[in-house]
Every structure is written in structure tokens, then in C-alpha cells.
DNA sequence: TTCAGGATGTACT
DNA sequence: GTACATCCTGAAC
């Protein structure tokens, strides 16, 4: 099992949202480990982008885990009701990250489809089974992320990033993957940040 | 199938 | 007090 180590965050964040694409994200809660290929993400760069939350160096306690050390997870509730998982990209004291916002589960799925809708998975409607985990509120709930996980460091074993599981038969993402690019979801107030094309998705 | 509206709480002004 | 990196429900088509 090869996870993803603090070289991988000190990458360019875009590049590193579109190589976080197809790698396993590995989370354990109460005795049961759920694993999920990442299928959408998102780049968030404080110093150029308004829709950051550390937009021109802004620093509060909220703020302050874009701020740590590479790989640390940043957790935030957005709308009152719904965590957003992102892990923090480049050096200390440098405000980026990627925001996952989509993923499909490869193991545990039964725990997961118990977290998110009360059924086990095989119990899923249609309607549920497409709407599992394809956004980064229903990821959360699914994986039972929330505030309690922000700034968790690289290298907990609650929640990590891993290029291959083979003890799952869980293999490693070819090093070229077709994804798709576009615009980033919900931030119409971010000015011409808007229409940064930071948004990197897989077909599914 | 799409769409409008409401839920809900924290951070920040 | 306002805005928010969202999701679900129910109604209309």
C-alpha cells in the first residue's frame, strides 16, 4: 500500500487536483474502513482566487488550516448543515488546497450506504445510488467527515490518500488519465474567479 | 426530467 | 444581519 506522502501536496495545486483523480481516499470510522475513488475535484489558490476562503492572505481561525503544512485535511460546514473536505497543497504558510467533490465507493460500501441513507448498500434506490457520494456535502456524510476531522495532519490513519490498495486489489491510476475541465460549482460571487477553469472530473 | 424554495449554523461585517 | 466551495423535497411538466 503506497500512500500519497507531503511530495505529492508540494505539487502546483491544479496539477495536484488533477492527479488526485482515480487515487483512493481511505477513511476508517468505528472499527469500519470505506474506500472511495476520487472522481472530482477542485483547486482553491488564496493568493489569486477570490472563491478562497484565504483571499488575500485572509487569516482567522477558520482560515487557519489552509495555512498548515501540506496534506493536512481542512474540513469546513457550509450552509449550516454540510462538511466540505479539502486537502492542503504547497509549503506551510501558503493558503491552497483541493476540495474534493466526488467519488464512488470501491470498499465498505455497506458502512457508507449505512451513513448516508440508513440502508445497507444493496438497499439503495436508483435514485440513490446515483446520488451516493457525487458531491462534497454527500461525500462527507457518507464517509462521516465533519469539523471534528479539520486539520487532521498527513499520515493519520482516520483518513488518508493512497495510490494503490492491493490488499483490496486496488490498483494505481495509469500516470495519463483522460478527465474532464471545466468551471468550479457554486461560487458566482468570486468575481472573475468565476470562470476559472479549475474543475477536473472522470466520466462516471 | 427540471426547478424553486427551504433547511440550518457559523464566520465574519 | 448577511452570506455561504450544498442538498433534499415536492410540484410541474
Redesign the pocket.
Known sequence: MARLEREFFLQDTVTAAQELLGRYLVRTDGGETMVCRITET?A?IGAIDK???AYGG?R????ET?YAAPGTA?VY??????S?L?FVTGPEDVAS?V?IRGCVPVHGADAAAQR?FGVKAAEMSAYQRK?FMN?????C?GLSIDRGLNALPLGSDALYLAHDLPELGLARRPDRLAFHTGK????D??GEAVDFPWRFWLDE
Open positions: 477542485e482553491y472563491a478562497c476562503h485572509r482567522t481561525r477558520r482560515t489552509l481542512y460546514l457550509i450552509y449550516g448543515m454540510y466540505c479539502n488546497a476540495l448516508r446520488n458531491g462534497p456535502g454527500k461525500l456524510r468550479r460549482i457554486g461560487i460571487y468570486a
